[in-house]
């Protein structure tokens, strides 16, 4: 699976962006997918991730309430809408593959995710 991610930019705090992973090859369905994050100077940490099929989600607490993760498996996309963005938001945030049966529950373990997306810069200015 390669993944790309686009979306981020500069926003003020208290907006909004929509994080979007696209990705190829054909394990896209067969992946629970993940949203990671790293700030400068700070280890990289879940954000959010989501089952196959989509009906199982999981959120850091920190963005439960401002932040979805959802996926489209159509268009081989997933994506994070990030609402009410802080300052303490601002990271790269790179989306990540984990192939699993479906049984498997999401993983917060960035060991458990063996593609990764470049990662895309968001910047939240106070």
């Known amino acids: 699976v390669q993944l790309q991610a686009s979306g981020g930019g500069l926003v003020q705090a208290g907006g909004s962006l929509r994080l979007s992973c696209a990705a190829s090859g054909r394990t896209f369905s067969r992946s629970h997918m993940g949203w990671f994050r790293q700030a400068q100077g700070k280890e990289r940490e879940f954000v959010a991730a989501i089952s196959r099929s989509g009906g199982r989600t999981d959120y850091v607490d920190s963005v439960k309430g401002r932040f979805t993760i959802s996926r489209d498996n159509d268009k081989n996309t997933v994506y994070l809408q990030m609402n009410s963005l802080k300052p303490e938001d601002t990271a790269v945030y790179y989306c990540?593959?984990?192939?699993?049966?479906?049984?498997?529950?999401?993983?917060?373990?960035?060991?458990?995710?063996?593609?990764w997306g470049q990662g895309t810069l968001v910047t939240v200015s106070s």
């Open positions: 990540a593959a984990d192939p699993a049966i479906v049984t498997m529950p999401v993983s917060r373990d960035p060991s458990e995710y063996n593609f």
